[in-house]
């Protein structure tokens, strides 16, 4: 079984950034593969059965962030932030942090 894991931040004032829905999709059959929510503390983690996990695929992450803005009354250039990868180890840890503003963000990822 593998583990998915975020952790958003607001990068405009330091603050775990809860509430954004955040999609799992399979690029290579179209499966989505979870949606869920950033917790209050801006984190998540998902558990993915073996079977589930094509380690011949892409992947596709979207923060759907267009909200979190919203509701902050901030207009944002950046409304979804996709991030592709792939998952070579079908019971691995892969942890996709990330530090985002109005109209930029940051990334990096321990797989």
Do not use: C
Request: glycine fraction near 8%; proline fraction near 3%; charge should be negative.
């Amino acid at each position: 079984m593998a583990t998915l894991s975020s952790h958003t931040l607001n990068g405009t004032d330091g603050t775990h950034a809860g509430g954004i829905k955040v999609t799992l999709t399979n690029l290579n059959s179209g499966e989505t593969t979870f949606e869920d929510y950033m917790d209050d503390g801006g984190r998540l983690s998902q558990s993915i059965s073996d079977h589930r996990i094509d380690t011949q695929a892409t992947y596709e992450l979207v923060f759907d962030t267009k909200a979190y803005w919203a509701a902050r009354e901030t207009h944002a250039t950046i409304t979804q932030i996709a991030l592709r990868f792939e998952m070579l180890d079908p019971s691995g840890l892969y942890h996709m942090p990330l530090i985002f503003s109005p109209n930029s963000y940051s990334m990096w990822s321990s797989a």
